[in-house]
């Protein structure tokens, strides 16, 4: 049983300077909610309520907004606004959330590995805290590699079908299937051309972890970028022990630059019961105007 969670939130988030200078980019809005917290309410629902947050320098703003405000708590009561008295009651209390800080920026393996102490000898799921899982099935992504992990004692990681042509984007899998969502990995590739790539199946942003990653974590040298890069550990792990890969039943929103953050917000908006309506017909207009 998966009881821990570790979300990295370190990185400077330089693609929206300068907006991110002293925001983190983690609590960039989707509509009206942090994009982070809906990554802490995956993990929620997917039945994990300890969550361990890897931070850098200029991200204490995620540390408050999962901290009570016994101030604003006090003045929506006095005016009444008990439905957003919930909501941020809610924020606060729906896991024990901790925090450690990633002294130097030196890539996505090195901020993991700062969670060995407090996973311990326990698989875990990881989460990145800039990439947004939507499910299709009703069970969040995190518990349907949950699941996987389970059933097949080894980690996993989610991934996600990519146009052929963008493959050269992402991490990519190269695996044996085992049944119809389900892969044996034999390696993973860092964003290869199109025409040596394995398969279109990339990185989704969510993994289920063994332990013993943090020992493959701690052989691993500088790669890509002079930073420790987790690909590098995992693709170590898939030689010597079983690895998964499983395509999601569900569909990734990535805030990771603007014009994916912008289509984010459209979308979300979209099926906003307050906004949906307004919003559609704005978007007509603005169609409208520019082919007349």
Known sequence: MIRKAVIPAAGFGTRFLPLTKAQPKEMLPIVDTPTIQMVVEEAVESGITDILMVIGKSKRAIEEHFDRNFELEQEL??????A???????????????????????????????????????PFALLLGDTILESYSGVPVTKQLMNISEKH??????????????????????????DARVYRVNDFIEKPEPTDAPSNLAFAGRYIFMPDIFDFLMQTGRGKHNEIQLTDAMRQMAQSRPMFGARIEGKRHDIGNKLDFIKTNIYYAL???????????YIKELVGNRFQ
Do not use: C
Request: zero cysteines; glycine letters at 10%.
């Open 153 to 178: 004692q080894g980690s996993v990681v989610a991934l996600e079908e990519v146009p052929p042509e963008k493959v050269n984007r992402y991490g990519i899998m190269d695996g044996t299937a085992i």
């Open 77 to 82: 009561a006095e005016k009444g606004k008990t």
């Open 271 to 281: 099926k906003h019961p307050e906004l949906k309506e307004p919003l559609s017909e």
């Open 84 to 122: 957003l008295l919930d909501q941020i009651k809610h924020v606060s209390g729906m896991a024990e959330i901790h925090f450690i800080w990633q002294k130097e920026l030196n890539g996505l393996g090195d901020a993991v590995s700062y969670a060995r102490s407090h996973i311990g000898n326990e």
